[in-house]
Protein backbone atom coordinates (compact mmCIF):
# COMPACT_ATOMS: atom_id res chain seq x y z
CA UNK A 1 0.00 0.00 0.00
CA UNK A 2 1.24 3.23 -0.69
CA UNK A 3 2.31 5.72 2.02
CA UNK A 4 0.10 8.54 2.93
CA UNK A 5 3.18 10.49 2.93
CA UNK A 6 6.62 10.04 1.95
CA UNK A 7 9.71 12.01 2.42
CA UNK A 8 13.17 11.32 1.16
CA UNK A 9 16.45 13.79 2.14
CA UNK A 10 14.49 17.03 3.18
CA UNK A 11 16.90 19.74 4.34
CA UNK A 12 16.61 23.23 5.49
CA UNK A 13 18.44 26.00 6.15
CA UNK A 14 18.80 29.43 8.34
CA UNK A 15 21.69 31.35 6.95
CA UNK A 16 24.57 29.18 9.09
CA UNK A 17 22.26 27.24 10.94
CA UNK A 18 21.17 23.48 9.68
CA UNK A 19 17.80 22.90 10.80
CA UNK A 20 16.54 20.01 8.88
CA UNK A 21 19.10 17.84 7.46
CA UNK A 22 18.17 14.77 5.05
CA UNK A 23 15.88 13.83 7.13
CA UNK A 24 13.81 10.54 5.43
CA UNK A 25 10.52 8.92 6.48
CA UNK A 26 7.24 7.46 5.54
CA UNK A 27 3.91 7.56 7.20
CA UNK A 28 1.46 4.72 6.68
CA UNK A 29 -2.19 5.31 5.95
CA UNK A 30 -4.60 5.47 9.44
CA UNK A 31 -1.32 5.43 11.45
CA UNK A 32 -0.10 7.66 14.16
CA UNK A 33 4.38 8.66 14.26
CA UNK A 34 5.24 10.73 17.17
CA UNK A 35 7.67 12.75 17.07
CA UNK A 36 10.16 14.08 19.89
CA UNK A 37 13.34 15.57 20.73
CA UNK A 38 15.21 18.27 22.67
CA UNK A 39 14.07 22.05 21.75
CA UNK A 40 15.75 23.38 18.95
CA UNK A 41 15.93 19.74 17.16
CA UNK A 42 13.88 20.96 14.48
CA UNK A 43 10.59 18.93 15.08
CA UNK A 44 8.69 22.56 14.38
CA UNK A 45 10.59 23.14 11.68
CA UNK A 46 9.35 19.47 9.87
CA UNK A 47 6.30 20.48 10.69
CA UNK A 48 6.53 23.64 8.82
CA UNK A 49 7.96 22.16 6.00
CA UNK A 50 5.59 19.53 5.80
CA UNK A 51 2.68 22.13 6.07
CA UNK A 52 3.77 24.11 3.05
CA UNK A 53 4.80 26.74 5.43
CA UNK A 54 8.53 26.12 5.00
CA UNK A 55 10.15 25.50 1.46
CA UNK A 56 12.72 22.97 1.88
CA UNK A 57 16.08 23.44 0.44
CA UNK A 58 16.30 19.86 -0.75
CA UNK A 59 14.66 16.66 -1.19
CA UNK A 60 11.20 14.93 -1.48
CA UNK A 61 7.74 15.45 -0.20
CA UNK A 62 4.59 12.95 -1.85
CA UNK A 63 1.82 13.03 -0.39
CA UNK A 64 -0.25 9.88 -2.06
CA UNK A 65 2.40 9.76 -4.30
CA UNK A 66 1.73 13.86 -5.27
CA UNK A 67 5.38 15.88 -5.05
CA UNK A 68 3.92 18.62 -2.77
CA UNK A 69 7.03 20.86 -1.50
CA UNK A 70 5.90 23.85 -3.69
CA UNK A 71 2.30 24.23 -2.69
CA UNK A 72 1.68 26.24 0.05
CA UNK A 73 -0.66 25.76 3.26
CA UNK A 74 -3.99 26.51 1.69
CA UNK A 75 -3.38 24.25 -1.65
CA UNK A 76 -2.21 21.19 1.07
CA UNK A 77 -5.31 22.00 3.28
CA UNK A 78 -7.60 21.30 -0.06
CA UNK A 79 -5.30 18.03 -0.94
CA UNK A 80 -6.25 16.71 2.87
CA UNK A 81 -3.02 17.63 4.78
CA UNK A 82 -4.13 19.80 8.04
CA UNK A 83 -2.37 21.35 10.36
CA UNK A 84 -2.69 22.47 14.89
CA UNK A 85 0.29 24.82 16.19
CA UNK A 86 1.65 24.85 19.85
CA UNK A 87 -0.59 27.99 20.35
CA UNK A 88 -4.03 27.65 19.27
CA UNK A 89 -4.50 29.69 16.22
CA UNK A 90 -8.21 30.97 16.64
CA UNK A 91 -10.26 33.95 15.64
CA UNK A 92 -10.85 34.77 19.13
CA UNK A 93 -13.66 37.60 17.74
CA UNK A 94 -15.41 35.09 15.66
CA UNK A 95 -18.01 32.36 17.65
CA UNK A 96 -17.09 28.78 17.87
CA UNK A 97 -18.83 27.79 14.82
CA UNK A 98 -17.66 30.97 12.48
CA UNK A 99 -13.99 29.45 13.95
CA UNK A 100 -14.60 26.09 12.20
CA UNK A 101 -16.00 27.25 9.01
CA UNK A 102 -13.14 29.20 8.00
CA UNK A 103 -11.38 26.34 7.58
CA UNK A 104 -13.66 25.36 4.51
CA UNK A 105 -12.80 29.44 2.98
CA UNK A 106 -11.10 27.50 0.16
CA UNK A 107 -13.30 24.35 -0.17
CA UNK A 108 -16.83 24.31 -2.18
CA UNK A 109 -18.97 23.07 0.45
CA UNK A 110 -22.58 23.93 0.80
CA UNK A 111 -23.26 25.93 3.40
CA UNK A 112 -25.89 23.66 5.49
CA UNK A 113 -23.45 21.26 4.67
CA UNK A 114 -20.80 23.14 6.53
CA UNK A 115 -23.00 24.02 9.10
CA UNK A 116 -24.19 19.95 9.84
CA UNK A 117 -20.35 18.78 9.35
CA UNK A 118 -19.64 22.26 12.17
CA UNK A 119 -21.82 21.02 14.41
CA UNK A 120 -21.07 17.51 14.72
CA UNK A 121 -17.54 18.10 14.78
CA UNK A 122 -18.26 20.60 17.99
CA UNK A 123 -20.24 17.66 19.45
CA UNK A 124 -17.13 15.07 19.42
CA UNK A 125 -14.62 17.14 21.17
CA UNK A 126 -17.90 18.43 23.49
CA UNK A 127 -17.87 22.31 22.46
CA UNK A 128 -21.23 21.70 21.25
CA UNK A 129 -22.76 23.96 24.19
CA UNK A 130 -20.24 26.54 22.97
CA UNK A 131 -20.70 27.00 19.24
CA UNK A 132 -22.42 30.51 19.46
CA UNK A 133 -19.80 31.87 22.03
CA UNK A 134 -16.69 33.72 20.88
CA UNK A 135 -13.56 31.66 20.85
CA UNK A 136 -12.46 34.16 23.04
CA UNK A 137 -14.38 33.02 25.78
CA UNK A 138 -13.37 29.34 25.85
CA UNK A 139 -9.82 27.92 27.94
CA UNK A 140 -6.71 27.28 26.87
CA UNK A 141 -7.34 24.01 26.71
CA UNK A 142 -11.10 24.17 24.76
CA UNK A 143 -9.77 26.40 22.56
CA UNK A 144 -6.79 23.12 21.34
CA UNK A 145 -9.82 21.58 21.16
CA UNK A 146 -11.53 23.61 18.88
CA UNK A 147 -8.66 23.79 16.42
CA UNK A 148 -8.70 20.31 16.27
CA UNK A 149 -11.87 19.98 15.32
CA UNK A 150 -12.04 22.86 12.89
CA UNK A 151 -8.40 20.57 11.55
CA UNK A 152 -10.89 17.68 10.92
CA UNK A 153 -13.29 19.92 9.04
CA UNK A 154 -11.64 19.52 5.43
CA UNK A 155 -11.90 15.67 6.30
CA UNK A 156 -8.03 15.21 6.17
CA UNK A 157 -6.25 12.25 5.04
CA UNK A 158 -2.93 13.70 7.25
CA UNK A 159 -3.40 16.10 10.43
CA UNK A 160 0.12 17.37 11.78
CA UNK A 161 -0.17 18.53 15.63
CA UNK A 162 2.61 20.76 17.74
CA UNK A 163 2.32 20.63 20.82
CA UNK A 164 -1.24 19.50 21.43
CA UNK A 165 -0.79 18.77 24.96
CA UNK A 166 0.91 21.24 26.62
CA UNK A 167 -0.66 23.20 29.55
CA UNK A 168 -4.03 21.58 28.86
CA UNK A 169 -6.01 20.30 31.52
CA UNK A 170 -6.07 16.67 32.22
CA UNK A 171 -9.24 15.67 31.69
CA UNK A 172 -9.31 17.71 28.75
CA UNK A 173 -6.25 16.28 27.75
CA UNK A 174 -7.74 12.55 28.08
CA UNK A 175 -10.59 13.51 26.08
CA UNK A 176 -8.45 14.77 23.49
CA UNK A 177 -6.54 11.58 23.34
CA UNK A 178 -9.29 9.59 23.25
CA UNK A 179 -11.02 11.78 19.77
CA UNK A 180 -7.57 11.70 18.04
CA UNK A 181 -7.46 7.72 18.55
CA UNK A 182 -10.95 7.99 17.14
CA UNK A 183 -10.06 9.57 14.85
CA UNK A 184 -7.14 7.73 13.09
CA UNK A 185 -9.58 4.26 13.82
CA UNK A 186 -13.07 5.43 12.94
CA UNK A 187 -11.84 8.09 9.98
CA UNK A 188 -8.50 6.29 9.54
CA UNK A 189 -6.92 9.54 10.09
CA UNK A 190 -3.10 9.40 9.70
CA UNK A 191 -1.17 12.03 12.29
CA UNK A 192 2.14 13.52 13.00
CA UNK A 193 2.51 14.40 16.62
CA UNK A 194 5.27 16.16 18.27
CA UNK A 195 4.95 16.64 21.86
CA UNK A 196 6.80 16.68 24.84
CA UNK A 197 4.34 15.03 27.22
CA UNK A 198 6.22 11.57 26.33
CA UNK A 199 4.04 8.79 27.82
CA UNK A 200 0.91 10.84 25.94
CA UNK A 201 2.53 10.64 22.90
CA UNK A 202 3.82 6.86 23.76
CA UNK A 203 0.61 5.74 24.56
CA UNK A 204 -0.82 7.01 20.84
CA UNK A 205 1.89 6.46 18.65
CA UNK A 206 3.19 2.97 17.11
CA UNK A 207 6.34 4.32 15.58
CA UNK A 208 8.93 7.35 17.12
CA UNK A 209 11.16 9.30 16.15
CA UNK A 210 13.75 11.10 17.10
CA UNK A 211 15.36 13.79 16.01
CA UNK A 212 18.57 15.83 17.39
CA UNK A 213 20.69 18.87 15.51
CA UNK A 214 17.88 18.57 12.46
CA UNK A 215 19.02 14.74 12.18
CA UNK A 216 16.81 11.77 12.84
CA UNK A 217 18.90 9.75 15.46
CA UNK A 218 16.37 6.82 16.17
CA UNK A 219 13.04 5.98 14.90
CA UNK A 220 10.60 2.23 16.18
CA UNK A 221 8.30 1.32 18.12
CA UNK A 222 8.61 3.32 21.91
CA UNK A 223 10.30 0.71 23.60
CA UNK A 224 12.95 0.62 21.02
CA UNK A 225 13.55 4.59 20.94
CA UNK A 226 13.12 4.70 24.33
CA UNK A 227 16.32 2.14 24.96
CA UNK A 228 18.15 4.08 21.86
CA UNK A 229 21.46 5.40 23.47
CA UNK A 230 21.00 8.22 21.25
CA UNK A 231 18.31 9.09 22.79
CA UNK A 232 18.53 8.86 25.98
CA UNK A 233 22.01 11.13 25.38
CA UNK A 234 20.31 13.81 23.70
CA UNK A 235 16.97 14.30 25.35
CA UNK A 236 15.60 11.86 27.65
CA UNK A 237 18.64 12.43 30.11
CA UNK A 238 19.45 9.15 31.31
CA UNK A 239 22.88 8.01 31.88
CA UNK A 240 22.69 4.54 30.88
CA UNK A 241 19.20 4.22 31.96
CA UNK A 242 15.72 3.45 30.57
CA UNK A 243 12.92 6.01 30.28
CA UNK A 244 9.85 4.87 32.01
CA UNK A 245 6.99 4.50 29.38
CA UNK A 246 3.52 4.47 30.09
CA UNK A 247 1.88 2.74 26.97
CA UNK A 248 -1.81 2.59 28.98
CA UNK A 249 -3.72 5.90 27.83
CA UNK A 250 -5.41 8.31 29.64
CA UNK A 251 -8.21 7.56 31.87
CA UNK A 252 -11.84 7.62 29.82
CA UNK A 253 -13.69 11.02 29.69
CA UNK A 254 -16.74 11.80 28.77
CA UNK A 255 -17.49 14.61 26.46
CA UNK A 256 -19.23 16.74 28.84
CA UNK A 257 -17.64 15.62 32.34
CA UNK A 258 -15.01 18.83 32.38
CA UNK A 259 -17.24 21.56 31.54
CA UNK A 260 -19.55 20.10 35.21
CA UNK A 261 -16.52 21.57 37.21
CA UNK A 262 -17.10 24.63 39.45
CA UNK A 263 -15.44 27.98 38.92
CA UNK A 264 -15.13 28.26 35.36
CA UNK A 265 -13.52 26.50 32.82
CA UNK A 266 -10.68 24.14 32.78
CA UNK A 267 -7.33 25.12 30.97
Given at each position: MEPVLQVDSLSKRFGSIVALERVSFALEAGTILGLIGPNGSGKTTLLNTLNGLYRPDSGEIRYLGRPTRNLRP???????????FQNARVFHTLTVTQNMLVSLVHARVHS?????????????????????LPASELSGGQQKLLEFARALMTEPRLVLMDEPFGGVHPEIKALLLERIREAQQERQVSFIIVSHEIPDLLSLARTIICMSYGRIIARGSPQEVSEHPDVIAAYLGHAGGQAQIQTSPSSPVSSSSYFEQAGGHPS
Open positions: HQLALLGISRTAEAQERARQLLTFVGLERYQA
